[in-house]
């Protein structure tokens, strides 16, 4: 694991926000958004989705230690984030097929800049969206995303489908994390001090779902 970074210096603008029945906060630039997007709206969401994962297929990545990912992943939009055995990256192009990565559709765009907003974060305008579906069993170990050059913009996660037990730090390690269920609909931001805050999934539990079945699918929207 790399060195533990520095504090940000981006003002710390959000200790202020009250905590109110549509924003809870987590930390110092970082909130979950309960029910920020409607059953309706999350049905949209996966009609969109579909067309996304039609061109660009769901795999098992690898890690750069050789283990594949229990998490399916794919992208949207003109940047999409890869793990391989030599390392983490952003490529232009799918290296499955060599294409592109789809468009991020408007709907999803639309939510994830609002979202953003709502949480003071104004000028956010993702260039990334890292799909993960998460099937029973499937869990993210708790990291760090610092792979992008944008580190003052936030990342927003948008949870669809089935409850998982997700879990957020503060940006060194050793910080405790809290842990706080994300239902379909509840939009997660951080950004600012909470930048390069560690957060992971705990393994999800079986279950159904009306929008998804059995499965999880997490969105995460970057500025890479
Ligand atoms: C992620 O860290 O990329 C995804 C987090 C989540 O699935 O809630
Ligand atoms: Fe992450």
């Known amino acids: 694991m790399a060195a533990e970074t520095p504090p940000l210096s981006t003002p710390d603008l959000f200790r202020s926000l009250p905590d109110t029945p549509d924003l809870l906060p987590l930390a110092a630039g970082a909130a ?4 920020f997007v409607d059953e309706a709206s999350a049905a ?6 579909r067309g996304v994962l039609n061109d660009a297929p769901l795999r098992h990545m690898v890690t750069p230690g050789g283990h594949r990912m229990t998490v399916a992943m794919s992208n ?3 940047w999409g984030w890869t793990s391989s055995k030599t390392g983490y990256r952003y490529s232009r192009t799918d290296p499955e097929s060599g294409r592109p990565w789809p468009a991020i559709p408007p709907v999803l765009r639309d939510i994830a800049e609002r979202a953003a907003a709502r949480v003071g974060f104004d000028t956010f305008h993702p260039d990334a969206c890292l799909i993960n579906r998460y099937r029973p069993g499937a869990k993210l170990s708790p990291h760090q995303d610092r792979d992008e050059r ?8 948008l949870s669809l489908g089935l409850p998982a037990t997700f879990q957020f730090g503060g940006p060194a390690r050793r910080t405790r994390l809290q842990r706080t269920v994300l239902e379909s609909g509840d939009v997660v931001v951080w950004g600012g001090p909470s930048r390069l805050a560690y957060h992971g999934v705990l393994p999800l539990a079986e279950g159904r779902h009306p929008l998804t079945g059995a499965c999880r699918i997490n969105l995460s929207f970057r500025q890479v």
Do not use: E
């Open 32 to 35: 979950v958004l309960p029910g």
């Open 44 to 49: 949209t969401c996966l009609v969109a989705l």
């Open 76 to 78: 949207c939009g003109p």
């Open 150 to 157: 944008a580190l003052d913009q936030p990342i927003v996660s």
